[in-house]
């Protein structure tokens, strides 16, 4: 990939990024690359918040950094590298025991967070309280 690059004035006072360092978030890609070949966020080193660079999802897996799950599997892709499954590939998502299948498809098996319990719990209270009324 050729390197594109950033006017100075540009890196300082449109995208927030160092005029003297290539590649401001260290995630191995260009800033002017970020900026104007990939999308993805030149002060974040992962865009997509999946726990692989975006350099090592360009340069390294062939995943898509702005998507945190570049095969729909159900499975985050920096999971699926840690995991030895292919994020490339949702059929080895289904063979992960961790997930019950993966979290894809109409029946989801994803780990619920704190926050969404508590919406659902707080969903449930106002249904209730409305039918007693």
């Known amino acids: 990939m050729t390197s594109a690059r950033i006017p100075p004035w540009d890196e300082v006072n449109g995208y927030g990024t160092s005029p003297i360092d290539v590649d401001t978030d260290a995630d191995g890609l260009t800033d002017g690359d970020e900026v104007s070949t990939t999308g993805t966020d030149p002060l974040n080193a992962d865009t997509d918040e999946d726990g692989l660079t975006d350099g090592d999802e360009i340069n390294t897996h062939g995943t898509d950094p702005?998507?945190?799950?570049?095969?729909?599997?159900?499975?985050?892709?920096?999971?699926?590298?840690?995991?030895?499954?292919?994020?490339?590939?949702?059929?080895?998502?289904?063979?992960?025991?961790?997930?019950?299948?993966?979290?894809?498809?109409?029946?989801?098996?994803?780990?619920?967070?704190?926050?969404?319990?508590?919406?659902?719990?707080?969903?449930?209270?106002?249904?209730?309280?409305?039918?007693?009324s």
């Open 66 to 132: 702005l998507d945190e799950d570049t095969d729909d599997g159900g499975i985050l892709d920096g999971e699926e590298v840690q995991d030895g499954l292919n994020p490339t590939d949702a059929e080895d998502d289904a063979t992960d025991g961790k997930y019950g299948g993966g979290r894809g498809g109409s029946c989801s098996t994803a780990p619920t967070t704190g926050a969404s319990v508590g919406l659902l719990g707080l969903l449930a209270g106002l249904l209730l309280r409305r039918r007693r």
